[in-house]
């Protein structure tokens, strides 16, 4: 058998399908579970060749039969994304960086703003919102947008992408960055001409590299989305140097200079809990944009983008359990349009049991509080509590950033009657 395998090209539709069907809503979701890299499940995803174990590995998470599914590639070898004997050449790949949006209600003023704001020379918009409160499917509105409607040049970044050690050395996360725009702009790797011996720190090296040659060679604006920021917080040096170089080209941008054609998105679902110089941080400049829940009407809209009749009796009873959460409601809606399978309160009947629409998201969750006891305690004084309670700010910026919680002031809430049933239970089960 060949060593690596990669998807047929008639199923790669059928396995990308499948992920959000199991209940994976990013790549990195599923990546993280099985404990493999980003890009060896990106390139399965779009028929690259990956390790033969991975390949049976991935398709049995996802339902799929490897043997029906596989295309024997002889000549490959087997991608193992876990070496990375280049550091500023990583294994990486951008196809999955910018979803369809398929299915998408507006939250006005949101999208507006955003495309308002980027019109302008040297912008900075900052999109803050927990996990899968639709960032992403935001700034793909927005991008896809800039590029229709003005002809800019787009550029998203996702610093998962990064490994664990680039995102500790800010030598090495300043060259990955660099080096990842070049490739998203089509243009040629020449680090090794702006970072040289004398010059005196990598800062002014990034710098240089995108003013004197990136930005040179597109004559157009470039709009650069760096998403989940939050990943280089817990390095706190690497994140004061990086984020206040960020700082640094919005505030120079305003001089005329050719930073100005760059604009900036920084995406992050938590709180900035580093201590950060007031001059020096970029989350007190630009625009700050907070992603709120749905309201009903936007929810009964979005039902009939999925071609649903849902009355408003039905509306009430989803947002009863979940609230106006983006991808709760979006699973639930897409079960009903593409499974056909049960009624509406069925689903809801069943949603907090592991035989429910949500039990990959929901035992994703559970994985994540058991690898940290703290947090999964201070989570549990939450579900038990009936009022808004005071938590350590580290763990509440945690659980916001997970969704599980809504932030006041410096109190938390839970975030819906979903998890308060399921993870009740699972609190249960372990004493």
């Known amino acids: 058998m060949s060593r690596s395998l990669r998807v047929h090209p008639e199923s790669i539709d059928q396995v990308k399908l499948a992920l959000k069907r199991n209940g994976y809503p990013r790549q990195k979701d599923l990546a993280e579970e099985l404990e493999i890299s980003l890009s060896t499940l990106n390139n399965y995803l779009n028929g690259r060749p990956v390790d033969n174990l991975n390949f049976q590995e991935i398709s049995e998470k996802l339902g799929q039969d490897w043997k029906a599914i596989a ?86 970044i996702n610093l998962h992408l990064a490994n664990h050690a680039d995102l500790g050395n800010l030598n090495s996360l300043l060259k990955w960055f ?57 390095h706190r040096d690497v994140a004061s140097d990086f984020l206040g170089m960020l700082r640094a080209w919005h505030e120079k941008a305003k001089m005329g200079k050719r930073l100005e054609r760059l604009r900036l998105v920084v995406v992050h679902s938590t709180e900035v809990y580093i201590p950060l110089n007031l001059n020096e941080s970029p989350f007190n400049v630009g625009v700050p944009i907070e992603l709120p829940e749905l309201t009903q009407e936007q929810i009964i809209e979005l039902a009939q983008q999925y071609q649903l009749d849902c009355t408003a009796s039905e509306v009430e009873q989803l947002q009863g359990l979940v609230g106006g959460h983006p991808y709760l409601i979006g699973e639930c809606f897409n079960h009903l349009k593409f499974n ?44 038990e509590a009936s009022c808004p309670i005071p938590l350590e700010s580290r763990s509440a910026y945690k659980l916001h950033s997970m969704g599980l919680v809504h932030l006041q002031a410096h109190q938390v809430t839970l975030r819906c009657q979903l998890y308060r049933e399921y993870f009740q239970a699972r609190f249960q089960e372990t004493q």
């Open 340 to 383: 056909g399978t049960g009624s509406l309160e069925k689903v809801l009947n069943n949603a907090a049991t592991e035989a429910g629409i949500y039990r990959n998201h929901l035992r994703h969750l559970w994985q994540m509080l058991q690898q940290h006891q703290a947090l999964a305690d201070a989570f549990k004084d939450v579900i």
């Open 178 to 234: 660099s080096f990842c725009v070049s490739e998203s702009l089509g243009l040629a790797n020449r680090l090794a001409d702006y970072w040289y011996e004398g010059l005196s720190t990598s800062k002014m090296a990034c710098t240089n590299y995108f003013e004197r040659y990136l930005l040179r060679q597109v004559n157009r604006p470039v709009v650069l989305c760096l998403d989940e920021v939050d990943r280089v917080f817990p």
């Open 71 to 156: 295309f024997l590639d002889q000549e490959s070898t087997p991608s193992n994304s876990n070496v990375n004997p280049d550091p500023w050449t990583p294994d990486l790949d951008q196809d999955e960086s910018i979803p369809d949006v398929d299915y998408y209600v507006e939250r006005p003023p949101i999208e507006s703003t955003c495309y308002q704001t980027l019109l302008r020379p040297g912008a900075l918009v900052r999109i803050k919102a927990p996990s899968l409160m639709g960032k992403t499917l935001l700034i793909a509105r927005v991008l896809r947008k800039l590029v229709a409607q003005q002809g800019y040049q787009t550029v998203y």
